[in-house]
């Protein structure tokens, strides 16, 4: 890049000339706008599960899940502070349902995901189906599908939501809308999604390849996954054994816009040091441990969660058997040609 010199009294003269008009010279904005490498203002953070939970709780005594919709503590990056974004493109959050609630059905642009961090037996409705919530469930609802949540138990449930809010937004494109009842009516038989779509299997004539077809992935699956990928140790230097959430219908993530991960560090584990241009949210399911992302030092434990920014190096170790879940804007990045690793 070549450097240049301060404007002179020409050059400011005719900026000012054309600034009424909505013009601004390129070679002023060049250097900001095509860059060498990535550059964000987001940066590494972890939510610790033990001191947000006691907050989470008071929330639920402050609103109730119908007047608030969804109760939910927004995850925000610090350098994105007011943008309810926890990296450029994702938007995360700490999600209530306190027993007998239901936060009542509605269904938007936006693609969401949960993961199941407290609790048992409550459950999320999409489009007529009621889904079961277990401890590491991963669990989709679908850019414009029908959903709820309920909680029938004695205990709170808690979960992580991550979705595409901010890109949604970056191109215009919210839309939402109530449903006319609370609960939306069971149409389907609970597993149905399983059943259709879970055994390498699809019906005839099912949804169009890119679309979210199968809205549950139970974790005592992917726990089992990872055991039987344990015993060929296929074992990768820098993600320990590292599995990618499919969708059946076309064998692409799991999400259009979103990518989802689950990886299984054993005990003593170093990685060696890895960056991508998807800033990633991690949520820890199992065991402890810490990941370096850049100059800092995260240590995590169960139900905590952290961000990696794009393009930050950054490395995992396991003082116990830990297992991660992960998502990013990979998959969308992969589509438009962007996704670089190194």
């Not at 974790?219 to 969708?247: C, Q, V």
């Amino acid at each position: 890049m070549h450097a240049r010199s301060v404007p002179g009294p020409e050059r400011q003269a005719f900026y000012r000339k054309i600034e009424p008009l909505h013009l601004t010279p390129l070679w002023e904005a060049f250097s900001g706008l095509i860059t060498a490498e990535p550059t964000t203002p987001c940066v590494p953070y972890l939510w610790r599960y033990d001191q947000v939970r006691p907050h989470l709780l008071e929330s639920g005594t402050l609103i109730s899940a119908q007047e608030a919709e969804r109760r939910v503590l927004i995850l925000e990056n610090p350098g994105l502070r007011g943008q309810s974004s926890v990296t450029h493109s994702l938007y995360a959050g700490l999600q209530l349902v306190l027993p007998g609630e239901v936060a009542p059905c509605h269904r938007h642009s936006q693609s969401a995901l949960r993961l199941v961090l407290e609790g048992h037996h409550a459950y999320t409705g999409v489009n007529g189906e009621r889904i079961p919530m277990e401890r590491g469930d991963f669990i989709i609802t679908p850019q414009w599908a029908w959903h709820d949540h309920g909680n029938d138990t004695a205990d709170p449930i808690v979960w992580l939501d991550g979705l595409d809010i901010p890109l949604v937004k970056f191109f215009d494109a919210s839309f939402i809308e109530r449903g006319a009842q609370e609960q939306q009516p069971q149409s389907r038989p609970v597993g149905d999604g399983l059943a259709r779509y879970g055994n390498n299997l699809r019906p005839v004539g099912a949804a169009a390849p890119g679309r979210a077809v199968l809205n549950h992935y139970p974790y005592t699956r992917s726990r089992e996954a990872l055991e039987r990928m344990r015993r060929s140790e296929e074992w990768d230097p820098r993600h320990g054994l590292k599995l990618e959430f499919t969708n059946p219908s076309d064998g692409g993530p799991a999400m259009p816009t979103i990518s989802t991960f689950i990886q299984l560090l054993p005990q003593g584990f170093a990685g060696q040091p890895y960056r991508s241009t998807d800033g990633t949210v991690v949520a820890v399911i199992e065991g402890r441990g810490s990941s370096t992302v850049g100059e800092q030092r995260l240590n995590w434990g169960p139900n905590d969660v952290f961000v990696i920014p794009s393009w930050a190096p950054h490395r995992h170790q396991a003082t116990e058997e830990s297992v991660l879940f992960s998502f990013s804007d990979r998959g969308i990045q992969e589509k438009l040609g962007l996704w670089r690793e190194g």
